[in-house]
């Protein structure tokens, strides 16, 4: 049984093999706080639960975990969410969302970032369709 400090240290080396330190505070934001330390034992072992799942879905075919991460960056381009490179704070907060997923970029698998990729596409063409429709009033006047 690992302690509460031992399993703070265990949530970092996770992000660490992860890759996701930059990441700290928006997945301890899916919690409400902004340090390990404010978490309960239960959030602390539902964190070290997630990461691992995350370090699982790595161990999938690496060239479709990309394509489908690509795919999903490309519809945010689209929507306007991921609008500046390498600028994730929008990202992180619009996919926490439930609605969405409710989870970060790194942490989904192939088959939710196929689902995610199908919920962005739909949101990007319904954000084209009323941006026309927007664009043809502005003519009509």
């Given at each position: 049984?690992?302690?509460?400090?031992?399993?703070?240290?265990?949530?970092?080396?996770?992000?660490?093999?992860?890759?996701?330190?930059?990441?700290?505070?928006?997945?301890?934001?899916?919690?409400?706080v902004k340090s390990t330390t404010e978490l309960s034992n239960e959030e602390i072992d539902h964190?070290?639960?997630?990461?691992?799942?995350?370090?699982?879905?790595?161990?999938?075919?690496?060239?479709?975990?990309?394509?489908?991460?690509?795919?999903?960056?490309?519809?945010?381009?689209?929507?306007?969410?991921?609008?500046?490179?390498?600028?994730?704070?929008?990202?992180n907060s619009f996919m926490l969302d439930n609605r969405i997923c409710g989870k970060l970029l790194?942490?989904?698998?192939?088959?939710?970032?196929?689902?995610?990729?199908?919920?962005?596409?739909?949101?990007?063409?319904?954000?084209?369709?009323?941006?026309?429709?927007?664009?043809?009033?502005?003519?009509?006047?």
């Amino acid at each position: 049984m690992m302690t509460i400090k031992e399993k703070r240290v265990e949530v970092h080396k996770l992000l660490y093999r992860l890759g996701a330190l930059q990441n700290k505070a928006d997945v301890l934001a899916s919690y409400g706080v902004k340090s390990t330390t404010e978490l309960s034992n239960e959030e602390i072992d539902h964190l070290i639960y997630r990461l691992k799942l995350g370090l699982f879905n790595r161990r999938e075919s690496p060239t479709d975990l990309r394509r489908w991460r690509s795919n999903a960056l490309v519809y945010l381009n689209k929507i306007g969410i991921y609008a500046t490179n390498n600028d994730w704070s929008d990202v992180n907060s619009f996919m926490l969302d439930n609605r969405i997923c409710g989870k970060l970029l790194f942490e989904l698998s192939v088959e939710e970032l196929k689902a995610l990729c199908k919920k962005l596409r739909i949101i990007a063409n319904k954000k084209a369709t009323t941006d026309r429709k927007l664009l043809l009033n502005i003519n009509l006047n």
